[in-house]
């Protein structure tokens, strides 16, 4: 992985809450997170439980003295900010850290900044250390659809998609689309590319459709993974549908769509058994051969 120009890393796969009992542990009990690095920029989105054991992990590298990461300015990006997607923020070490540098690049949730959230989350009444008393350094950006976030050797750039054409000598960009089938106000889903045409899409929170979500697939067309939520089964969907969360067909029918490499199905059911996830995965290798179910630790990369 030291040679790849675009790298991932799930360190959340559960939603809504990590599970309560211990047949659940095989693929991973911590709620939504992934690291995405271009270079020696780390990108994490989400920050669910995983970020925890991402903040162990970013701290064990630093110490061991990895010279080709920049561990001091992190890149923090949120689907959304329903509360398993924020849980592991105020237990992130990186931001206990005088020299870290957090980079917030995240749209307007409903008519919350993020730094509204983020202040309520630390507040006296949820948690005894407030974001004004943290010692790190905090920078907050707003995101849309019509904007995209570039990374070069030595930095990045937030420019407007219009200009994109112009961005020369990047090595990873960051675009994104907006889907409203998640109760309040919708998420946001990620694609991760660098120079030559990798792709990493990241569509949690997301509910989909008879036929597919063609949206989705146009915007994930090609990508070399796509990590779908596919938090219910098929049963489950009937009791649960409008609460916006797919089924592994669903997840299916937008990868067999838009021709991704692989399908990684997330988000999974705090209830969900690891053999209840072991059998998802098994028909949904019937529908589309080269799915997989998420699990912690999973590693996606791709060569310079």
């Not at 994104?176 to 694609?191: A, E, S």
Request: hydrophobic content about 35%; glycine content about 6%.
């Amino acid at each position: 992985m030291e040679n790849s120009a675009l790298k991932a890393k799930i360190y959340g796969v559960r939603g809504s809450y990590p599970p309560t009992r211990g047949d659940a542990t095989k693929y991973g009990v911590n709620t939504t997170c992934l690291r995405v690095d271009f270079g020696k920029h780390i990108v994490i989105v989400d920050a669910g439980t995983g970020i925890i054991n991402l903040g162990n992990d970013l701290m064990e590298e630093k110490r061991s003295g990895k010279k080709n990461q920049e561990f001091d300015k992190l890149y923090l990006f949120f689907t959304h900010t329903h509360i398993d997607h924020l849980m592991g923020f105020p237990y992130f070490n990186m931001i206990y850290m005088p020299q870290t540098e957090i980079n917030i690049i995240t749209p307007t949730q409903l008519n919350y900044s993020i730094e509204e959230i983020l202040d309520t989350l630390m507040s006296p009444a949820f948690f005894p250390v407030t974001i004004s008393e943290l010692p790190s350094q905090f920078n907050y950006f707003e995101f849309a659809e019509n904007r995209m976030v570039y990374f070069f050797k030595d930095g990045y750039e937030i420019v407007p998609a219009t200009e994109s054409s112009k961005v020369e000598n990047w090595i990873g960009r960051i675009s994104c689309m907006r889907n409203y089938t998640h109760p309040k106000g919708g998420v946001f889903i990620y694609k991760f590319e660098d120079r030559k045409g990798h792709s990493i899409v990241f569509a949690t929170d997301v509910e989909g459709f008879v036929g597919g979500d063609n949206r989705l697939a146009k915007f994930a067309e090609n990508a070399n993974v796509l990590i779908h939520d596919a938090q219910y089964s098929l049963k489950e969907y009937d009791i649960f549908q409008g609460f916006g969360h797919s089924t592994f067909e669903m997840a299916c029918e937008v990868a067999k769509k838009a021709k991704v490499k692989k399908l990684i199905l997330s988000h999974h059911d705090p209830k969900h058994t690891d053999q209840e996830l072991q059998d998802l995965e098994t028909e949904a290798r019937k529908i589309f051969p080269e799915t997989s179910v998420a699990a912690e630790f999973m590693e996606f990369f791709f060569p310079e």
